[in-house]
């Protein structure tokens, strides 16, 4: 059975103090991991997807990379609007992409 | 815009009710689906559709039903099969069966009275 294990499930930090989620995946045959952002009382919202181990991506304040068995989510000196629900999910072989596997979720709370 | 609409925000169901989320999109995708989000955990497939008058059940499909009569609608139904409704419902969207980029809706928090 995939399994998709995100941690820790809580991070607060203060603004401009840098650090990591992580994202750890069981999976056979993966296609693509995604990662998501989710503020209180909304949809989640597209952030990346890696594809193979030693990808890197990045967007303003974050960056995600991938192994054969994680993903991490890089937050370089965040401030009090990046904080929220960042979720990873794994699409495996030819599934659809609905059909990916979620983490429970990792919240980040930044402090001024 | 382009998007997902999602109604009602909040919904209340009393016992022996059935109720209907509302989900609509004009990205003009073919892939549509419903998801349900309990606190502090993941995303749960319920039913998701790739065409129209098609659709499968996700992995928590019992109690709920749905209907793809048009691309641009998926309406979910909680009915009083669902014992324990009470969840944040999510609908998504994606280009094709194989894209991998989920478009999300604003999401329906339901509440049992």
């Known amino acids: 059975e995939d399994q998709v294990t995100q941690s820790p499930e809580a991070l607060r930090l203060q603004e401009g103090e840098s650090s990591s989620l992580n994202c750890s995946y069981t999976v056979s045959g993966l296609r693509g991991l995604f990662w998501y952002r989710q503020d209180p009382g909304k949809g989640p919202e597209f952030l990346f997807t890696l594809y193979s181990a030693g990808e890197e991506k990045e967007k303003e304040r974050l960056k995600a990379t991938l192994t054969k068995k994680e993903s991490f989510l890089h937050i370089t000196a965040p401030k009090p609007e990046d904080s929220a629900t960042y979720l990873c999910?794994?699409?495996?072989?030819?599934?659809?992409?609905?059909?990916?596997?979620f983490g429970d979720g990792t919240t980040l709370t930044v402090k001024p | 815009d382009g998007g997902i609409t999602q109604s009602p925000k909040y919904l209340f169901r009393k016992e022996g009710q059935n109720v209907t989320l509302s989900c609509e999109q004009n990205l003009n995708h073919d892939a549509m689906y419903w998801y349900r989000q309990d606190p502090g955990q993941g995303l749960r497939l319920i039913y998701y559709s790739q065409i129209v008058n098609d659709f499968q059940k996700g992995d928590i499909a019992e109690g709920y039903s749905v209907s793809r009569e048009k691309k641009e609608s998926f309406p979910l139904t909680v009915t009083s099969a669902q014992k324990n409704p009470t969840a944040f419902y999510l609908c998504a969207s994606s280009r094709d069966r194989g894209s991998e980029k989920l478009f999300f809706g604003s999401g329906t928090q339901l509440s049992v009275l």
């Open positions: 999910a794994v699409q495996v072989g030819n599934t659809n992409a609905g059909k990916s596997t």
